[in-house]
């Protein structure tokens, strides 16, 4: 596969600040993007996608912006919170790929309260 | 609604044996795929399975092959067991292409 190299870069914020987490996919031809939420010991959690026909989605105190000129996505989490604190992986999927997806190597995030 | 339920959640084997793991999808997703998290190499794709029809495959040994029974529960096998192939597998499924993936909690194998 396609897969991102490992680089798990840590952003720590505090509680109450906005979290923007950075993701740059690999396959210009992508058209649905998923942002995943992963705590220790648990699987991967559904935060919010985006369709590669639109450029920004909002959801509850997420946010996800998608630049496909740059190839890149972004995750924006007002008001953070220690619940908060995860491992945040991007994902993209391509039509024509059934429904692999290929992941990027994460960035975890730290909330100090 | 239950989620996607992964069995077992641990598993120890020695190397050189072989394990099967089982996945039983959201009621009335068809699709089921397969993924290996490890700390060096992140998650990686195995192989998905659509209407008990293996549809793509990762870049992974013979050694790791799957099926989808026609409740579209599914179960992964990885054959001659190395050190190496110890991750947590993780299965998700999904209504349909570009439909949202659910994941479940993972089988963490430990391969000894």
């Known amino acids: 596969g396609e897969s991102v190299g490992l680089h798990l870069p840590t952003l720590s914020v505090q509680e109450g600040d906005n979290s923007i987490i950075n993701c740059a996919y690999s396959n210009s031809a992508s058209d649905y993007f998923i942002w995943y939420k992963q705590e220790s010991g648990k699987g991967p959690q559904f935060i919010i996608d985006?369709?590669?026909?639109?450029d920004k989605r909002q959801g509850q105190r997420v946010t996800v912006l998608l630049n496909k000129t740059v190839k890149h996505l972004s995750l924006q989490i007002a008001a953070t919170q220690p619940g908060d604190s995860a491992v945040y992986f991007c994902?993209?999927?391509?039509?024509?790929?059934?429904?692999?997806?290929?992941f990027g190597g994460g960035t975890r995030l730290m909330v100090k309260p | 609604k239950a989620g996607v339920t992964q069995t077992p959640r641990y598993l120890i084997k020695t190397r050189g044996q072989q394990v099967t793991l089982s996945c039983s999808p959201i009621?009335?997703?068809?699709?089921v795929s397969w993924y290996q998290q490890t700390p060096g190499q992140g998650l990686q794709f195995l192989f998905e399975y659509f209407s008990e029809t293996q549809r793509n495959k990762g870049n992974f040994p013979g050694r790791f092959s799957g099926r989808q029974f026609s409740n579209s529960r599914s179960e992964m096998n990885v054959s001659t067991l190395e050190l190496g192939d110890s991750a947590l597998y993780l299965c998700a499924s999904s209504a349909g292409a570009g439909d949202g993936y659910t994941f479940g909690s993972g089988t963490r194998l430990t391969v000894v």
């Open positions: 009621s009335g997703h068809r699709s």
């Open positions: 985006i369709r590669s026909n639109m």
């Open positions: 994902a993209e999927n391509r039509a024509n790929a059934g429904n692999m997806l290929t």
